[in-house]
């Protein structure tokens, strides 16, 4: 895997405070593209092939991550935090996390976890809600942390601790959901041969996914896609339960083929699976209890074919999920695969396929 992956996850960037991500996708869609456009709330991607007749395709990862942000600064230099995107609190208890200053930086702290001894007495749960943590920054008072440089409304991210898993095959890390997509839109851009492209090709990230699929809202109508592919991590149930639709770990790419709020078209569902079986790319299906950017494209305008090529990932919305180098492969592959069949007369027939 590209260098972009690691990079990506390692950056801070909550719904609404992406900017260093979108920095890094800045310069390197820079490198890759004809040219760059940015919407008015900040997602960013790269075209090529801007000559072209065909349709208009476009790829996107998102860029914020799950995380928080500085709700209130107690007397004794403890930080209250407000949950950005869906976590379940339990997984935050005793993590590292770091609040992101104005100049970048990084001050570290923990979540403070009551130990046994103040338990005892079974009347006070260990948590239940983000308004039971204390974020502990190691400041002495409310000046104190006040001169460490925190402020409201700064975000706040769980500590990274990216590895290789000992077999060498997965990696393990915070922000998989969505940084691997975003990544992927400049892993396309850097491999694909425009020579075979018939369409128009942007590709890049949306902003604010993780709370209400915003930036996906406002990029679709500046760009105005005939098709649109979402990328994005989808949590695997392997670990807990065996399902033919939940999604297992080094099983290909996910065909998301039903979400709350995208039921995927089935011309689109046609083209996937025949594209797949065709360059013998592994893929599983997917029922999904959550929803991706393609969503919200969809209603974008008169309507918009759109599918979501899902990169199975486990523990996500959490400090650190897992992925398999080969499900990145697959999804690498099949994106390259489908990109080389689409034109006009793709488009018409998968329409037709309805």
Partial sequence: MKNYYKDLVNLPGIAGQEKYVRNYMRNHLEKLSEEVVEDNLGSIFGGVNL???????????????????????????????LPIGSINPVVAISQHMNV?????????????????HLLRDNKTAQVSSFDDFYLDIAADDYNHAKELGIKIGQQVVFENVYKESKDGKKIFSK???????????????????????????????????EVGLRGATTSSYMLKPDLFI?????????????????????EGFMVRFYDPRALLHQGMKKFIEETAVKNNIKFQYYNSLGGTDAAAVQLSR???????????????????????????????SQILAMLKEIDWDKIKEIKQNV
């Fill in 51 to 81: 000559k072209s007749n065909g349709p208009t395709v476009m790829i996107a990862g998102h860029m914020d991550e799950v995380g928080a942000m500085v709700k209130e600064i107690t007397k004794n230099g403890l930080i209250k935090l």
């Fill in 100 to 116: 992101v200053i104005d100049d970048g930086t990084f001050v570290p702290g923990v979540i403070g976890a009551k130990p046994p």
């Fill in 302 to 332: 008169q309507g918009v074919l759109v599918c979501t090529i899902g990169m199975p990932s486990r523990y996500i919305h959490s400090t650190t999920s897992m992925i398999h180098k080969d499900d990145y492969e697959a999804v690498k």
């Fill in 230 to 250: 979402a990328v994005d991590c989808s949590p695997c149930t392997d670990t807990f339960e065996q399902s033919e639709v939940g999604g297992n770990l080094g």
């Fill in 175 to 209: 922000a998989w959901d969505n940084r691997f997509g975003s990544a992927m839109s400049l892993d396309i851009l850097e491999s694909i041969n425009k020579d075979e492209l018939k369409c128009k090709l942007y590709a890049g990230a949306n902003v604010q996914e």
